[in-house]
């Protein structure tokens, strides 16, 4: 196991509240050996606390907030984490985050686009890719379905021969949850620092636009999901619009279950 065995959540400006509760408890379960902790704008700053992070992780929100609250030191301790060999974690608004650039609800009366500093991710993210999307609301709140690389996988289960934690080469089908976020576009389709983990399977458009990317950043590694893998369904309120939702999501818990311990393993982190 790594020796940084803290990972942070994210936890001020810009996130909302369900989501920090539950990238928090997914990661309880997920993470054994890892004490998981929350990090506010104002310690990532002052940089102490990332010399002993395993992973920073950062959820649903908006980020702009994010930005704000940061700022530009907040940014650049960040990106000197992960390029000096960290491991980070953006979820739908903090994938937005470490893009190069955004373009979210483009020509719509939420558009936010522009360049973003964190720039792990070489290329664009563009959402949201479901309609719908409201602040504070279920509205835009869709099950995503992704389908991952199995090429991806297969690379992993090749190293794990000698590992408990075994990740089976092929892994089904999984609904999400999904509420705002976007898909992944290139600036250069040859670079070799992205892999593309999985893609969406029910876009609107028709087009399998890549849902969760994989890049390498210095000695480090960084890992953007548009679709909410974290959460997790039987803590979702029914009652509030999500009631076609949560039944796919339960449909494939096995799947999720296998996406999320992939999702750690490109990490760097191990359950056991």
Same mark, same amino acid.
């Given at each position: ?24 408890? /997914? ?7 890892? =004490? ?9 700053? =002052? ?74 991710? &070489? ?14 609301? @279920? ?20 190293? #794990?021969? #000698?590992?408990?934690?075994?990740? &089976? ?6 609904? +999400? ?9 290139? #600036?250069? @389709? ?51 619009? +999500?009631?076609?939702?949560?039944? =796919? ?5 096995? /799947? ?14 191990? =359950?056991?």
């Amino acid at each position: 196991m790594d020796q940084r065995k803290a990972i942070y959540v994210y936890h001020g400006k810009g996130v909302s509240k369900e989501a920090t509760e539950m990238l928090f408890e /997914s990661l309880k379960t997920m993470c054994g050996n890892y =004490k998981i902790c929350l990090i506010s704008p104002e310690e990532i700053r =002052k940089g102490d606390l990332l010399r002993t992070a395993a992973l920073l992780a950062i959820g649903g929100g908006y980020d702009t907030g994010y930005i704000q609250a940061l700022q530009t030191d907040g940014m650049l301790n960040i990106k000197n984490y992960v390029e000096g060999g960290g491991s980070y974690l953006g979820i739908c608004a903090g994938a937005y985050l470490a893009c190069r650039r955004i373009e979210f609800d483009k020509g719509g009366k939420f558009e936010v686009c522009g360049n973003r500093d964190l720039g792990f991710f &070489p290329g664009v993210c563009i959402g949201p890719t479901f309609p719908g999307f409201l602040y504070d609301s @279920e509205s835009g709140a869709h099950a995503a379905q992704i389908k991952t690389d199995v090429a991806m996988v297969t690379n992993i289960s090749s190293t #794990d021969q #000698d590992n408990k934690d075994i990740i &089976p080469k092929d892994i089904a089908d999984t609904y +999400l949850y999904f509420n705002g976020g976007g898909h992944f576009s290139l #600036d250069d @389709e040859t670079t070799e620092n992205v892999k593309i983990i999985a893609r969406y399977n029910n876009s609107p458009d028709g087009i399998p636009h890549p849902a969760a990317v994989w890049c390498k950043v210095g000695r480090g590694v960084a890992v953007l999901s548009g679709p909410h893998f974290e959460y997790i369904a039987d803590k979702l309120n029914p009652s509030i619009g +999500l009631n076609t939702v949560i039944p =796919k999501i339960k449909q494939t818990l096995l /799947s999720r279950n296998l996406f999320y311990r992939t999702i750690l393993k490109l990490l760097k982190i191990s =359950k056991l």
